[in-house]
């Protein structure tokens, strides 16, 4: 049995060393230290090594002659080769030098050489061959094939040459790449060395076996795009693809009116460009369509790209905006804002006055109870001439038991009540005094009493208001007549950690006429917004002024005398 298989060897070499076996290629030439090379322009070049430098990875090719400046190429390089490249190359560490030729596809002298760079796919775990483009031209069929930097036949790779052709006896997913075919041809008298540059891709065994539909990476979905109107877009659909064999990649963009697919159409705004990258068993697909001009109709659309293989195809929409309309916001929202703040500052800034005297009025006269003033009150007033209206005597009641709220306010005592139990009335410049000495405890600064003469009026008005917490003036029409009195209340306006309280009384009105000299605006701003009482009949008739009064009145400082409760004043 072992002798038949020997014989059997001997007969059928090929069987036992041949194709798939460790094969070398023996028959490659020599290398020269001068050599002629041909490449055409486009196509991939690979920078050939020399093989009797020691360290290849650091041996660089130069072009020489004029205008060859910064023309170099290390040994093993790839690169697209253009006719600028063309030249006499020399190569350092050694005194090898070639020559190269580009030459156009289109050059007709070449013939059937010049056919079009090949690319082919080959089978993952089954053989496969390499064909090097325009090997039948010539009855050389005699090709060196290379990968990488170095020869096939130096390469640790089972391999063979069929009709000038590389068949890999087993293809991996290794075996992708760019290999390189040198056959040489003679022109009068020069050996040219055709270098042809194929691209190999490795697919699965077999494309009957794919059951992955692709998979849309963008726009995964619904996607909105924005876009400026009257500008170019862009659309691109980015699609993972398993590889195939014989079943085309197609990526399709769509348009359609109102989001109905029933009525979809091509997109007609350029002719679709369709990009592939394969790696392995595995392929990114992106294909573009541009719209030249983004148009308002282009916003009502929706554009949809449809991926598809031979086992079902996937779709992503994409909706365009207006990206002005977002501008329009974020540009209208900050002007606005500052419309309002300056509308506010512009409010603020006219009706500062009114502003303070409304929060010295609710809010501030509190904070400042505690402070050591002389004076709790200043008391402004000017003396009317006596009114035979004036007069007439209050006594008390001894009904208790108020039962409504408007007899509840009724119901309070006069603070003028005698031991006898007879009040005698007079006007509010008499009564107010000695209600807010003589009853309620507080200190009370009166300029006719309390103010030395002699002095500068203004200055001892303002002197005393500042030595004041609260200050009282009795509106009146002689009071709004009198420069004196309206400078003590303008003064008070002014002071901007003084209460007001103004009480209209006498004749005067709460609407305020006015008098012979106009009122400074300041005073007529002041008066129709600050809190007032009002005691229109020249005497306070019942208990609600005065329990008004107290509500608006600092804390006390004295303690006050008690005052009865549940009676009511009777005439």
């Keep these: 049995m072992r002798t038949i298989c020997v014989l059997f060897s001997f007969i059928f070499p090929i069987f036992s060393e041949g194709c798939c076996g460790s094969w070398r290629d023996r028959k490659a030439a020599k290398r020269d230290d001068n050599q002629h090379y041909r490449a055409v322009e486009g196509e991939m070049f690979l920078m050939p090594c020399i093989e009797s430098v020691s360290s290849c990875n650091n041996a660089k090719c130069s072009r020489t002659g004029e205008g060859a400046e910064g023309t170099s190429f290390d040994c093993g390089t790839k690169f697209s080769v253009e006719a600028k490249h063309a030249g006499k190359y020399t190569c350092s560490g050694s005194t090898f030098l070639f020559h190269l030729q580009v030459v156009k596809r289109s050059e007709s002298s070449l013939g059937c050489f010049l056919s079009k760079e090949s690319s082919v796919e080959l089978v993952d775990s089954k053989g496969g061959t390499v064909p090097c483009p325009g090997h039948t ?200 804002s500052l419309l309002l703040v300056v509308g506010l500052g512009i409010v603020l800034q006219v009706k500062w006055l009114e502003i303070q005297l409304i929060y010295r009025s609710y809010f501030q006269h509190r904070k400042h109870d505690g402070d050591e003033k002389e004076f709790d009150v200043f008391l402004s007033c000017v003396w009317s001439p006596p009114s035979t209206e004036v007069g007439g005597v209050w006594t008390l009641s001894s009904q208790r038991g108020p039962n409504r709220d408007e007899e509840a306010c009724l119901a309070g005592v006069d603070p003028l009540i005698t031991r006898e139990g007879v ?79 103004p009480i209209w009384t006498g004749k005067a009105s709460a609407s305020l006429a006015q008098p012979d000299t106009p009122l400074p605006t300041l005073v007529q701003r002041a008066l129709k917004v600050l809190p007032s009482l009002d005691c229109t009949s020249g005497q306070p008739s019942t208990s609600c002024f005065w329990r008004s009064l107290r509500k608006n009145m600092p804390d006390q400082r004295a303690k006050l005398d008690s005052l009865m409760p549940n009676q009511k004043v009777s005439l």
């Excluded at 590389?166 to 992708?176: A, G, I, K, M, S």
């Excluded at 009195?485 to 209460?499: D, H, M, T, Y």
Aim: charged letters at 20%; hydrophobic letters at 35%.
């Design 137 to 336: 031209c010539s009855n050389n069929t005699h090709v060196i094939w290379y990968k990488d930097k170095a020869a096939m036949s130096r390469q640790k790779r089972p391999f063979c040459l069929k009709s000038g052709g590389l068949y890999l006896c087993t293809v991996t997913e290794h075996d992708t790449g760019v290999y390189f075919c040198d056959r040489q041809i003679r022109e009068q008298g020069v050996i040219w060395t055709f270098r042809r540059a194929v691209n190999v891709t490795v697919i699965r065994p077999t494309a009957d076996n794919v059951t992955d539909p692709p998979k849309i990476l963008y726009p995964n979905g619904n996607v909105t795009e924005k876009v400026e109107l009257g500008l170019p877009h862009t659309l691109e659909c980015v699609v993972h693809f398993l590889l195939e064999r014989h079943f085309p990649r197609k990526v399709l963009w769509y348009m359609n009116y109102g989001g109905k697919t029933d009525n979809m159409t091509l997109v007609p705004m350029e002719e679709q460009k369709q990009q592939e990258k394969c790696e392995k068993f595995e392929c990114k697909v992106i294909g573009r369509a541009l719209i030249k001009q983004v148009t308002p109709q282009h916003l009502n659309q929706r554009f949809t790209c449809i991926a598809s293989n031979n086992v079902s195809e996937r779709s992503g929409t994409i909706q365009l905006k207006d990206i002005r309309v977002k501008l329009s916001s974020l540009v209208g929202y900050p002007v606005a």
């Design 423 to 501: 009040s005698t009335l007079g006007p509010l410049e008499v009564m107010l005094p000695q209600v807010l000495e003589d009853q309620w405890g507080y200190r009370l600064c009166l300029l006719e009493r309390d103010v030395a003469p002699g002095g500068a009026f203004t200055n001892d008005v303002v002197l005393a208001i500042q030595r004041s917490r609260m200050l009282i003036c009795l509106l009146s029409a002689d009071y709004l007549s009198n420069s004196n009195a309206v400078f003590v209340l303008e003064s008070g306006i002014q002071n901007s950690s003084l209460k007001l309280l």
